[in-house]
């Protein structure tokens, strides 16, 4: 019975493969009070057999990773379809060579307000999976159909954070050829509670019927119905956002993160390529960002090799794409803010409880736009006085 991923949250990352090997059906992911999934064992159904510890990815610290074998700046030669990703495109460019080779894709999708993973085959479906989602997917019931899939004899990518990756990895067991691995740059996910939440506060009785966090380099939280924008935030003037990025809001075992590291649990690491060195040389211009690609296996440099006609890439260091990226040299830090939301959240609405968090930074913000306001008043004061 999986007794240690219950007791102590820093172990379960909530990529519910335990949930889906267990031959009795015995194990369901409920919400803790923060929304965050977690195994809950039927004991009376529980036949002991151990699948689910074998499989946790948490458990046995058994996941092989693998040091980048190179790094590229890489983003999509289609134009359009660079502006409708995040950073470069380069996970479009690789989901439709595999859907052209007979293949099927799995990837985070928004179907409304709900974040979750799903199958696409076909290529007119792929929009579905562009655009980045700061929140945690729902993956319940997908491993299984991978594994169908690969059964079929289809080919299949899988893009996820690390810890799904992981997850699916011990799910699948002997990962074989035609299952292709990418793993996305991480910094923590926020559960789905939390974000409905934010989004029935902003909204105040208003509905919408799709979300955006992004568009290329443009970072905003946008909420759209059929006339158009119902809601749209620079990322410092939305509650969501600020915890997000000051990483206070993100779950248990995203702050011991084992797979926060240079060595990686997938074939292809990408995300954008910040820290990006000598960007002006690079033969083209780069108006809405650049991707970041890690192979860390020979089948990953072979993906790349077979789909780099429809990007334009070029090879960097490891140590040029590492340093860029925190999330792959160290997770993000428990820090006392985190702790504060932690104990606050639920207890108090989530909005309320960020602002109550982040209360002094909105302080000073504030009297810095004061001080601003009154510059032109005071500048000829100061000048005279300087004379």
Known sequence: MISVAIKQKVNCSGCNACAEVCPKHCIEMVPDKKGF???KVDAVTCIDCGACEKVCPFQDGNIKLDTPLTAY????KDREQYLASSSGGAAHVFSSHIIKRGGVVYGCTSEGMHIRHIRVDFLSKLSKLQGSKYVQSDVRGVFSLVKADLKAGKP???I???CEVAGLKKYIKRIPEDLYLVDLICNGVPSQQMLYEHINHILNGRSAERLSFRKGQSFHIELTDQYGTVYSSEPHRDMYYRAFW???SYRESCYECPFA???RVSDITIGDFWGLQDAASLPLEISEGISVLLPSSEKGKSLIAAAKSDMWIY???????VEGNTQLYRPVHNGLSARLLSMLYPCFPFDKAVRIVIVKDLILESLKNILRSFKPVLMPIINVIRR
């Open 261 to 263: 590291r240079r060595e």
């Open 73 to 76: 700046a890489a983003w999509n």
């Open 160 to 162: 996820g954070t690390p």
């Open 315 to 321: 090879e960097r260091s490891v140590e040029e794409a």
């Open 246 to 248: 000051g990483g206070i």
């Open 156 to 158: 299949v990518l899988f």
């Open 37 to 39: 999934f977690y195994p």
